[in-house]
């Protein structure tokens, strides 16, 4: 049963041959805009956005550097483990089928309202992060890190959506969070979210 497990880790993590590639759907980029839109920019202001990216705050952050690829975004089956709302357990399940699949996101489609940089490579030394993040943050000194987004799963009646979300901002410095998303009278929001790992 554990060599299974860590098998079924390792794939999620190796870009399988067999992964499928598909691409984002007009609805897809609807809802990474409400996040973007909602929670990363400095003109929302909400208890909840403090209280979800607090730390963001101690930094003017005109520009978001989002990473192409979406996927795996850091999300492992023990995490979500400890998502265990049982109201939502039909929709983690969809999300968890298409981890291994990948998309990449076009900024042009996004509806923003902060500059969005998409970061294409992530060739990282991990002996070497130190000087990973002076560099990077030399070329993107507006920005508080880099962004990872999952695909999005959504329940059956397109009312509900779920997506992973990593925030990448220094050696040791990473957090990991699920997001339910609801459509109540034609518009997304924010309905929940959980940290599920932290760096």
């Given at each position: 049963?554990?060599?299974?497990?860590?098998?079924?880790?390792?794939?999620?993590?190796?870009?399988?041959?067999?992964?499928?590639?598909?691409?984002?759907?007009?609805?897809?980029?609807?809802?990474?805009?409400?996040?973007?839109?909602?929670?990363?920019?400095?003109?929302?202001?909400?208890?909840?956005?403090?209280?979800?990216?607090?730390?963001?705050k101690?930094?003017?952050?005109?520009?978001?550097?989002?990473?192409?690829?979406?996927?795996?975004?850091?999300?492992?089956?023990?995490?979500?483990?400890?998502?265990?709302?049982?109201i939502?357990?039909?929709l983690?399940?969809?999300?968890?089928?298409?981890?291994s699949?990948?998309?990449?996101?076009?900024?042009?489609?996004?509806?923003?309202?902060?500059?969005?940089?998409?970061?294409?490579?992530?060739?990282?030394?991990?002996?070497?992060?130190?000087?990973?993040?002076?560099?990077?943050?030399?070329?993107?000194?507006r920005?508080?890190?880099?962004?990872?987004?999952?695909?999005?799963?959504?329940?059956?009646?397109?009312?509900?959506?779920?997506?992973?979300?990593?925030?990448?901002?220094?050696?040791?410095?990473?957090?990991?969070?699920?997001?339910?998303?609801?459509?109540?009278?034609?518009?997304?929001?924010?309905?929940?979210?959980?940290?599920?790992?932290?760096?």
């Amino acid at each position: 049963m554990k060599t299974k497990y860590l098998i079924f880790i390792f794939l999620l993590c190796s870009k399988p041959v067999f992964a499928q590639k598909t691409s984002l759907s007009e609805l897809d980029y609807q809802l990474y805009s409400v996040l973007i839109n909602e929670w990363f920019c400095l003109k929302t202001d909400s208890a909840d956005r403090q209280n979800f990216f607090g730390k963001w705050k101690k930094k003017k952050v005109n520009e978001l550097v989002i990473r192409r690829k979406t996927g795996f975004c850091g999300i492992l089956p023990s995490y979500t483990m400890r998502f265990n709302d049982s109201i939502y357990e039909k929709l983690i399940q969809n999300f968890m089928q298409q981890l291994s699949n990948t998309n990449e996101i076009e900024a042009q489609y996004l509806n923003k309202c902060i500059k969005i940089t998409i970061f294409d490579s992530l060739k990282i030394n991990q002996r070497q992060l130190g000087k990973f993040w002076k560099k990077f943050y030399r070329k993107y000194s507006r920005s508080n890190g880099i962004i990872e987004l999952s695909n999005i799963a959504y329940d059956q009646t397109k009312t509900q959506a779920l997506v992973g979300i990593s925030i990448n901002a220094y050696s040791l410095g990473a957090e990991g969070y699920l997001i339910i998303f609801e459509n109540r009278n034609g518009r997304w929001n924010v309905k929940k979210y959980f940290m599920i790992w932290q760096a």
